[in-house]
């Protein structure tokens, strides 16, 4: 058992993995809320086994390290210009010290475990930070045409044999993608899930969009599964809180 943030690790039980007839998803012919739930249970066991506890594999990150990221000349002004106030002593918490989720695509670098919920029309993934769940639907649907802005998105994904593809849009424009610069309603996330190891999970993230890139920012992380570990509560507000005022800087009014 492990020992961190000063709080006691209690259990949540792990399940295997979401089903879907595999390759491209389209959308189905009925909508989800009309499918049987039962239908699918027995396509699981074929998928992989994700089950147990993932934490980030800090020296597999390393060695994959994406390049930086080619913005677009308005981004790169406003890239600057976050850098400058920095070097006020400005910009130095992000609004995750007030206790926002980081959202996506922050909340898959954190330094925190993961767990996978598979059942026959979704994933839902787990993540200790901020207790937070994300749903990754597999039954065929397509994105939403005019999404509402969501920290998680919204997300679909479908199976390429032993990998998970995972298109993400929606995405709240308070996220940020890289220091400084935040999400738009043109940013899409495309994450690849796979495991060319026992015990290992690699994540691939391209995220696309015009008005920030001038190419596809690919970033690359590992994660490596954690016999007998439990997921355990987050509750920022209890904590773990911060505190940043509305210049970045660290504050103690932690109201």
């Known amino acids: 058992m492990r020992v961190g943030m000063g709080l006691k690790a209690f259990g949540l039980s792990?399940?295997?993995?979401?089903?879907?007839?595999?390759?491209?998803?389209?959308?189905?012919?009925q909508p989800p809320s009309h499918?049987?739930?039962?239908?699918?249970?027995?396509?699981?066991?074929?998928?992989?086994?994700?089950?147990?506890?993932?934490?980030?594999?800090?020296?597999?990150?390393a060695k994959n390290r994406s390049k930086e990221p080619q913005f677009t000349q308005a981004a790169a002004q406003t890239s600057q210009a976050f850098k400058a106030a920095q070097e006020r002593g400005e910009n130095l918490q992000g609004e995750v010290a007030n206790c926002l989720p980081p959202g996506m695509p922050g909340i898959m670098s954190q330094p925190y475990p993961i767990e996978f919920l598979f059942r026959p029309g979704a994933v839902y993934l787990i993540t200790e930070t901020y207790s937070q769940v994300r749903r990754i639907y597999t039954d065929g649907r397509p994105l939403p045409e005019d999404p509402d802005p969501f920290f998680n998105g919204h997300s679909v994904g479908w199976w390429?044999?032993?990998?998970?593809?995972?298109?993400?849009?929606?995405?709240?424009?308070?996220n940020v993608i890289v220091p400084g610069?935040?999400?738009?309603?043109?940013?899409?996330?495309?994450?690849?899930?796979?495991?060319?190891?026992?015990?290992?999970?690699?994540?691939?993230?391209?995220?696309?969009?015009?008005?920030?890139?001038?190419?596809?920012?690919?970033?690359?992380?590992s994660f490596a599964r954690n016999d007998g570990w439990e997921m355990r509560e987050y509750v920022c507000a209890e904590n773990n809180k911060d505190g940043a005022d509305e210049f970045g800087r660290p504050t103690m009014n932690l109201d």
Do not use: C
């Open 14 to 29: 792990v399940a295997m993995a979401a089903w879907s007839t595999g390759g491209v998803a389209q959308p189905d012919t």
């Open 181 to 221: 610069i935040h999400a738009t309603e043109q940013t899409r996330i495309r994450e690849t899930f796979r495991s060319d190891a026992p015990g290992k999970l690699t994540v691939e993230t391209s995220i696309t969009d015009p008005t920030l890139f001038i190419e596809p920012f690919v970033t690359q992380a």
């Open 160 to 174: 390429e044999n032993d990998t998970l593809v995972v298109e993400t849009t929606g995405i709240n424009p308070r």
């Open 35 to 61: 499918q049987d739930p039962r239908a699918g249970y027995a396509a699981l066991a074929q998928l992989p086994d994700w089950s147990g506890v993932w934490s980030p594999d800090w020296s597999m990150t």
